[in-house]
């Protein structure tokens, strides 16, 4: 995936766990969040990008 892509799904995964109706979907989704996350972090590092500091604000 190219690093567009990533960005776009990570997106998609934020505001689905921001939907969620219940605790379980909220995690599946939170570790959607993370792995997309992870993914464009090591993208950034192979394009030698400069590093992006990713913040989850609690309730969210």
């Known amino acids: 995936m190219d690093l567009n ?9 934020l505001m ?3 939907q969620s109706a ?5 995690e599946t989704y939170f570790d959607l969040v ?3 996350a992870r993914r ?3 993208r950034r590092r192979s394009i030698g990008a400069d ?3 990713w ?6």
Do not use: M, P
Not at 5 to 13: D, E, I, S, T, V
């Open 51 to 53: 590093e992006y500091r």
């Open 40 to 42: 464009i972090r090591e």
């Open 55 to 60: 913040t989850v604000r609690s309730g969210q």
């Open 22 to 26: 219940g605790r379980e979907d909220g």
């Open 16 to 18: 689905n766990k921001r």
């Open 34 to 36: 993370e792995y997309y």
């Open 5 to 13: 892509q990533l960005l776009y799904q990570h997106q998609r995964a």
